[in-house]
């Protein structure tokens, strides 16, 4: 209930242009919904320098039931969230004993406001969906870890739980490490191994081991606690296997326009370890992306966190006999957040809330049971403990859904981005975006110019400048920033394919040819560049080249519409009406999976056009009657279309059916008034004898 008090109002939300393009509605391998090829595609290949497949399996299974309606993918991960907060619930129930406070963290888990990111963007679906499986691989492993007898199936359990979830997160391979972290507390199977170690060293020689776990002078516990290392080593297996697929996957994430020193990196990750801990306590100023500092933090800022941090972890340690807890917590949350700490540098921000979504469970179980410590002498311990845990999930609950309600579009949370951070260049250019896309173009290239003003030359600003002026017909200035872009970034491939749309606005077709093949080049299944070139070699009569791109781009997206139609108008070309029709068919087949779910104003629907293209087909092969039919469906469908009105009338004047074929012809001309060839065959029929 809290979740969808928190997050609800994400089902009347957009999606967003920060990545949700390609990771969904964008991206023709998962809008085309699921099926046994998408699988493989999603095992096989990388996209948005991730290998996540199961997380690109649910997009998949959203689009099978939605489409591209945004509202089914936020429910998908307002659902996840909650069962995610359900199984947290169980699993420290399970691993704790202990009721009330394990529902409090799954609450604050649910909720927070650093959650806000993870379930209101569609694109972070990775997180929900991996949290559902972390959460299991808990409560599996706990079912194991308690029970009275070794359960071969219960661990297999476990293993397999833990590598479905980097299926659809990589940073879940700190797992390991915090079932080691479980053994010491709440389960204490460390303790149980030591008493069992220390047993069997009665009945024979001390032997001093090279290794302490946790306290001692000497390592003298490791021996207790090899058995629950060796016990994890399929589950470090996995991990190293994760992380080795991780760096091949986001190669080109690494390369960013940050040049930072290792020390850079470190003293980033220093503060960002304090600020998420003072964001657990107050969320305030939160912020899509949080631009990198680049030489601003302060060197007493740095030291005073290392030491902040210092100071807690010796307190922990020093403490972990009374209260195992605090260390558990204080470790679970340092070591989840390594792959997220910003050491390896990956993408342009110095943190993001998404980063805390399992590590801070850690702080919540520190401070939970730390607090039920606290108040368990007291008299009123008890009411207090309840009155403060409602008051603060009222609070955050209620900072929750405020912050969601920035994520409703791509403006406002941009501009919220901007109010809450400076010399934010990502946030300016990718209002620009939003802004471009509602048409408001100078308003666009404002911020475009803004975010250049702040980082200097940046290739995809610089795109986006070519497309504002392209939109405004402005070609030549359009020319000028596609060519800056592809200046700075040499394989930019969708800079290469505008710019070949602009060179063609200019009627240099050689020029718009060569950025095309440059464009196919970087990108061989670019689909859009196989079409756009397939329609110039069309129209230089260079059918069979045409055909060989229109076919390439198929095989890409064969459940584009579009596509199917211009290869059914290339094969048409050719002569090749039963490939045509064939072709025709295959488009009307299709789905339309339009973002905005609908056509542009003033275009002709691409299904319209089919059915006018099927019936020509039809009409060639000799079957005029159900050609007749095609036409009707596609005037059905678009009454305005005057070709499929000439089409119709035609066929009508060859059938005999005088009357009806001059009114169609009639009409095709009243809709396109230069429209000759209705006009010459108007003529042909005022002149024929009447039968």
Not at 379 to 397: D, H, K
Not at 675 to 685: F, H, S, V
Request: proline residues 4%; hydrophobic residues 45%; glycine residues 6%.
């Amino acid at each position: 209930m809290i979740v969808w008090v928190a997050f609800g109002q994400t089902l009347g939300h957009e999606f967003v242009n920060y990545d949700d393009g390609d990771y969904v509605y964008e991206n023709p391998n998962v809008t085309r919904g699921l099926s046994l090829r998408g699988v493989v595609w999603a095992f096989t290949r990388v996209h948005a320098a991730n290998w996540h497949p199961l997380t690109t399996l649910s997009h998949m299974l959203d689009c099978q039931f939605y489409g591209l309606q945004p509202l089914g993918h936020h429910l998908s991960n307002v659902l996840l969230q909650a069962a995610a907060a359900i199984l947290l619930f169980l699993a420290l129930r399970r691993l704790t004993g202990n009721l009330w406070p394990s529902a409090f963290v799954a609450a604050v888990f649910a909720i927070h406001p650093l959650r806000v990111e993870s379930v209101a963007w569609i694109s972070e679906r990775k997180d929900v969906l991996s949290g559902v499986f972390f959460m299991l691989t808990l409560l599996a492993y706990a079912r194991y870890a308690r029970s009275e007898r070794s359960s071969p199936g219960r661990y297999v359990t476990v293993v397999v739980l833990f590598a479905l979830g980097l299926m659809c997160k990589p940073t879940l391979v700190t797992l390991p490490f915090v079932l080691l972290l479980l053994d010491y507390w709440p389960l204490g199977r460390m303790q149980r191994a030591e008493g069992k170690e220390q047993r069997h060293q009665a009945q024979r020689s001390r032997v001093t081991s090279a290794f302490q776990c946790f306290s001692g002078s000497a390592f003298e516990r490791w021996p207790a606690v090899r058995g629950l290392v060796v016990e994890k080593v399929p589950l470090f297996v996995l991990s190293a296997a994760s992380c080795v697929a991780t760096v091949l996957a986001q190669r080109r994430a690494f390369e960013t326009d940050l040049k930072l020193t290792f020390l850079e990196r470190a003293a980033n990750a220093v503060v960002s370890y304090v600020t998420y801990l003072g964001q657990m306590f107050y969320p305030a100023n939160l912020a899509v992306l949080y631009p990198y500092p680049e030489g601003k933090l302060a060197l007493p800022e740095v030291l005073l966190a290392a030491l902040l941090l210092l100071i807690i972890s010796v307190l922990v340690f020093l403490w972990r006999r009374k209260y195992p807890f605090l260390l558990v917590g204080w470790l679970w949350y340092l070591g989840m957040l390594i792959p997220m700490i910003g050491l390896v540098q990956v993408g342009t921000q110095a943190r993001a809330d998404r980063y805390t979504y399992l590590p801070q469970i850690g702080l919540y179980l520190l401070v939970t049971w730390g607090a039920m410590e606290l108040l368990a002498r007291w008299r009123f311990g008890r009411q207090v403990s309840a009155i403060s845990a409602l008051l603060a999930i009222t609070v955050l609950t209620a900072d929750s859904v405020h912050e969601t309600s920035f994520w409703r579009n791509s403006e406002t949370l941009w501009k919220r981005a901007i109010d809450r951070t400076s010399d934010n260049y990502v946030a300016y250019n990718n209002l620009g975006r939003a802004l471009m896309d509602k048409g408001q173009l100078d308003e666009a290239i404002s911020y475009f110019r803004k975010a250049l003003q702040i980082k200097g030359a940046l290739p995809e600003v610089e795109y986006n400048l070519g497309n504002v002026y392209l939109q405004k017909g402005q070609v030549k200035e359009a020319i000028t920033h596609y060519q800056k872009a592809v200046q700075l970034e040499p394989a930019y491939a969708d800079a290469e394919f505008n710019l070949g749309t602009a060179f063609l606005q200019e009627g240099d077709q050689l020029e718009a040819i060569a950025h095309y093949e440059k464009a196919l080049e970087i990108r061989p299944d670019f689909a859009e560049v196989h079409i756009n070139l397939g329609n110039v070699l069309l129209k230089n009569r260079q059918i069979d080249q045409a055909i060989d791109h229109y076919k390439k781009a198929v095989a890409i997206d064969p459940q584009s519409a579009e596509m199917q139609y211009n290869l059914g108008n290339a094969l048409g070309s050719k002569g090749d009406w039963a490939g045509a029709t064939s072709s025709y068919r295959a488009a009307l087949q299709t789905q339309a999976r339009d973002k905005r779910g609908e056509e542009l104003p003033g275009r002709i629907s691409v299904y319209a056009k089919a059915h006018n293209g099927l019936g020509v087909g039809l009409e060639k092969l000799g079957r005029a009657d159900e050609a007749v039919a095609q036409f009707r469906e596609s005037l059905q469908i678009d009454d305005s279309y005057p070709e499929a009105h000439y089409d119709l009338g035609c066929v009508l004047a060859r059938l005999g059916q005088r009357g009806e074929a001059v009114a169609q012809l009639t009409e095709a001309l009243r809709l396109k008034p230069d429209y000759l060839e209705a006009e010459e065959q108007l003529r042909e029929l005022s002149a024929a004898p009447l039968p």
